[in-house]
């Protein structure tokens, strides 16, 4: 069964940047499509970025200002957060175990809080 560990959220100002990562362990991480999600404070949980054989794909949300890549050596999944706005307030999880492309995946992450002040 796959673990999942977010880290690098945290609280920043309006235009700032963030590096969120997720290491996966317990099976071979190469071959598996990623994903991040977010839930805003009162909010459901909705989608955000999803990596799946080199294709990319992100909500409209944050076209242009995040971007999802991996490290297969490393086990690991980045999304890069750059100009940040308060909306993106929320804690951020990441996703594997893909259920349909781009959206729908069935193991997740414990999340990571991420806080943008105006």
């Known amino acids: 069964q796959v673990q999942l560990v977010e880290s690098g959220g945290g609280s920043v100002q309006a235009g700032a940047s963030l590096r969120l990562s997720c290491a996966a362990s317990?099976?071979?991480?190469?071959?598996?499509?990623m994903a991040w999600f977010r839930q805003p404070p009162g909010k459901e949980r909705e989608f955000v970025a999803g990596?799946?054989?080199?294709?990319?794909y992100y909500a409209d949300s944050v076209k242009g200002r995040f971007a999802i890549s991996r490290d297969n050596a490393k086990n690991t999944v980045y999304l890069q957060m750059n100009t940040l706005k308060p909306d993106d307030t929320a804690v951020y999880y990441c996703?594997?175990?893909?259920?349909?492309?781009?959206?729908?995946?069935?193991?997740w992450g414990q999340g990571t809080q991420v806080t943008v002040s105006s």
């Open positions: 317990g099976r071979t991480f190469s071959s598996y499509a």
């Open positions: 996703a594997t175990d893909l259920i349909h492309w781009p959206e729908k995946f069935a193991s």
């Open positions: 990596i799946n054989s080199g294709r990319t």
